[in-house]
C-alpha cells in the first residue's frame, strides 16, 4: 500500500497539475519564459507522482513473480498426487 505521506505528495502533484491546468492563459501571446516555467512544475509533479508509483510497480511485479512460483508448485504437488502409484 501507500502511506500517508505518499498519499499526500501523489494528492499535493495532483493539485499543483490542476491549479496548471485552470490558470493556463489563452490565446497564442503566452510569454515563452512563463511558459517553460509552467511546463517545467507540471513536469516536477509529474516525475514526483512516477517516483512514487514506480517501487509499488517493481514490488507488485516481485510478488506477482513468487506467486506463480509458489501457484507452480502446488500444481506439481497436486499432479504427483494425482498420478497412479506404480506397484
Same mark, same amino acid.
Not at 490558470?23 to 509529474?46: C, M, S, W, Y
Given at each position: 500500500?501507500?502511506?500517508?505521506?505518499?498519499?499526500?505528495?501523489?494528492?499535493?502533484?495532483?493539485?499543483?497539475?490542476?491549479?496548471?491546468?485552470?490558470?493556463?492563459?489563452?490565446?497564442?501571446?503566452?510569454?515563452?519564459?512563463?511558459?517553460?516555467?509552467?511546463?517545467?512544475?507540471? /513536469?516536477?509533479? #509529474? !516525475?514526483?507522482? $512516477?517516483?512514487?508509483?514506480?517501487?509499488?510497480? +517493481?514490488? /507488485?511485479?516481485? #510478488? !506477482?513473480?513468487? $506467486?506463480?512460483?509458489?501457484?507452480?508448485?502446488? +500444481?506439481?504437488?497436486?499432479?504427483?498426487?494425482?498420478?497412479?502409484?506404480?506397484?
Amino acid at each position: 500500500g501507500f502511506s500517508l505521506a505518499e498519499i499526500k505528495g501523489m494528492v499535493e502533484a495532483e493539485e499543483t497539475r490542476a491549479t496548471l491546468r485552470a490558470t493556463r492563459p489563452g490565446g497564442d501571446g503566452i510569454d515563452p519564459d512563463t511558459q517553460r516555467a509552467r511546463f517545467e512544475q507540471g /513536469l516536477h509533479a #509529474l !516525475r514526483s507522482q $512516477l517516483a512514487v508509483v514506480e517501487p509499488k510497480i +517493481e514490488q /507488485l511485479t516481485e #510478488l !506477482r513473480a513468487d $506467486l506463480v512460483e509458489r501457484i507452480a508448485r502446488m +500444481e506439481r504437488r497436486i499432479a504427483d498426487i494425482d498420478q497412479p502409484v506404480k506397484a
